[in-house]
């Protein structure tokens, strides 16, 4: 088999951290309502702008919490797995199918099973059963068609751009695409 579960013998603190994380971000994901199929529906419509609202709320908080805890030493470094352009077309196309078929993310599949979706469950056998296969076929994935040019690194990394004026921009961004969500939203 192809050690998926060797991280189940990580010490009890680790699992316990990771368990804490999943219950507050399910937690989370249900308070935002983005656990719901419509609202994951409406979103790909473009009726309904929940999902995209939350993610680039999570982007930025992610994003200034990281490189807060960076520039306070609390973290030493990124860990940027190197990917090429077609492993990121092809994940892309994967994940975006499953979500468009589905109606659900893999957190937001986890999550709504835990309120009790019975149609998420065939998600979550879907999304195990393709984690497994993709792990016993990824060494010839990975030498057949994920040839190339690796690319590795962060935004500001690659650009040289500092990651408080992205964050800054990405802030401008985001307010005055949220003014235009809402009129927009207003309009329907």
Known sequence: MCGCFSNLYSPLAVLLQGTLAGLLFGFFLQKGKVSKFD?????????????????????????LGIYTFLNLGWLTSLSITPKTIVE????GIIFGTGMAVLGFCPG???????????????????LVTGVIIYAEIYPWVQTKIFKGTLIQGTLTGLTGVS???LFLLL?????????AVKKLERKR
């Open 88 to 91: 990121l077309i092809v994940g």
């Open 39 to 63: 609202v994951i529906v409406n979103q790909l419509l473009l009726k309904d702008f929940t999902v995209l609202k939350i993610m680039l709320t999570a982007v930025v908080v992610g994003g």
């Open 108 to 126: 937001t599949v986890v999550a709504a099973a835990g309120e009790g979706a019975k149609d998420a469950w065939f998600g979550i056998l879907g």
């Open 171 to 179: 802030g401008i961004l985001i307010y005055f695409g949220s003014k």
């Open 163 to 165: 990651p408080w004026f």
